[in-house]
């Protein structure tokens, strides 16, 4: 297991290219699932949890063959010959239940582990397994997996969601493709990464309306064809690199940034006092004089402000001028980072889903331990803003969701390694 180690202190200037998303991709690869043509993405990132995937989509007969350094990945499931996900793949990744929507329509049959809570919180599936039986599945619970058959497929239906779920969402639009008649999707995710899917279901002759909009509406069709689509860029990775100058001091240009994926961060990152430009070819984000103001932040479901994007705020609210309020709405136990942040200097108070930061002059670096994907990169974030040495264990969280984070901050002037950990 790795460690990276950090020399805080350091001002960035340069640029950063943005990947694909991995929550898009990961909802894209499942998608091959819905046909015995080829599927091809392009622009895909090189994160362990896309090899999870693809070892989850070969082990049901699915190819998967990854080209171009792993930015291209090839798919075709002509011959499926299993239908069940494996507890040993699905506890490694929560996003192992896109299997199930998918399989259940093209197969009428799919057995699939359930993913049991996780770091950040209990984490039920109950709203993808609901959605796919208002769409006539035949759920069975039994020995930890969910056991779906649709003998005689699917049928179109409304099905409204309590609350908004990005998975469940695509879970039920996946299946939805292929249902005998209309299916109607209310109080959907609006998440970028399901105007993604779904621009990709089209590609492939699905018949999809509102996507990026509350409510979708799906005609099914009788079966998809093969397609290539470029999964879209990572909202996520984005705004974390955003953050980056942010932190330090400096300017940094983001190829392939877009505002629109980020709009609501952005409007806060720049009521703290960063500057954020919109280039021909992306964004540039500039911190050039001043200390950052505090600046409150809600996470809500998209176009709000992302919980994926909560911890790394934190780390920037750690060190401005006031006192902020971060609250988290989505997950219950998503401040992690904050005792660790503490460890480095940080005053922050947790109580339920409300972390009071009052911002300090600065930060120390100290030996830190990551506790998710997204905690592990807001410990980095500090780590570039600290005095001295920080040394974070525990980074295979990061090699989940950041591909070669060492080499593009050292590409903007980080002093960042990876060290084998003793
Ligand atoms: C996805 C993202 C994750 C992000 C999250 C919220 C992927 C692979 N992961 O996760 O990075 O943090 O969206 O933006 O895309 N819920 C239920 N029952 C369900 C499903 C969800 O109660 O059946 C609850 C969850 O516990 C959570 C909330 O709904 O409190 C939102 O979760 P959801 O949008 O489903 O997150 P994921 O799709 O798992």
């Known amino acids: 297991m790795d460690s990276i180690v950090i020399q805080g202190g350091a001002r ?19 998608a091959t699932l819905l046909t015995d043509e080829p599927l091809t993405l392009t622009n895909a990132p090189r994160l362990s949890d896309i090899r999870t995937m693809a070892e989850l989509l070969g082990s049901l007969g699915a190819e998967v063959s990854t080209l171009q350094h792993g930015q291209v990945l090839a798919m075709s499931s002509h011959d499926i010959r299993s239908f069940k996900a494996e507890y040993d793949i699905v506890r490694k990744m929560r996003a192992s239940i896109l299997v199930l929507g998918p399989l259940l329509a093209r197969h009428g049959e799919a057995v699939v ?62 299946a939805a493709t292929l249902a005998r008649g209309t299916t109607v999707l209310k109080n959907a995710a609006r998440e970028p990464e399901i105007v993604d899917l779904a621009n990709c279901l089209v590609r492939m002759g699905a018949r999809i309306e509102g996507a990026g909009t509350d409510t979708i509406t799906v005609e099914g069709v009788d079966s998809l064809h093969g397609a290539t689509h470029p999964v879209v860029i990572d909202r996520i990775e984005l705004g974390t690199y955003m953050l980056a100058p942010a932190v330090t001091g400096g300017t940094v240009e983001l190829p392939g ?144 969701g950041y591909e070669r984070v060492e080499e593009k901050l050292s590409a903007v002037g980080a002093t960042i390694e990876r060290v084998p950990e003793t």
């Open 12 to 30: 960035l200037d340069g640029r950063i290219p943005i990947a694909g998303a991995k929550n898009a991709c990961l909802t894209l690869m499942p």
């Open 113 to 174: 582990s359930l993913p049991g809570g996780c770091a950040i919180g209990a984490r039920p599936v109950d709203l993808h397994l609901k959605g796919l039986e208002a769409l006539g599945a035949e759920l069975d619970l039994r020995d930890g997996y969910v056991h779906a058959r649709a003998p005689r497929g699917l049928t179109g239906a409304e099905v409204s969601f309590p609350l908004v779920s990005v998975g469940a969402t695509e879970n039920v639009l996946m």
């Open 257 to 400: 940034g877009r505002r629109d994926l980020v709009a609501s961060f952005a409007d806060r990152l720049e009521a703290a006092g960063i500057e954020i430009a919109e280039t021909p070819g992306g964004l540039r984000v500039s911190r050039r004089n001043g200390a950052v103001r505090a600046v409150d932040v809600t996470t809500a479901p998209f176009p709000g402000f992302p919980t994926d994007l909560q911890a790394q705020m934190m780390a920037l609210m750690c060190t401005a001028e006031g006192t902020s309020r971060l609250e988290e709405t989505i997950f219950e136990n998503r401040f992690m980072h904050a005792p660790e942040l503490m460890r480095m200097g940080a005053e922050i108070d947790v109580h339920g889903g409300v972390a009071t930061v009052k911002g300090v002059e600065r930060l120390r670096g100290a030996p830190v331990m990551a506790t998710d994907l997204r905690a592990s990169v807001s410990l980095i974030l500090a780590a570039l803003a600290a005095e001295g040495e920080t040394v974070v264990r525990r980074v295979y969280h990061l090699d989940r």
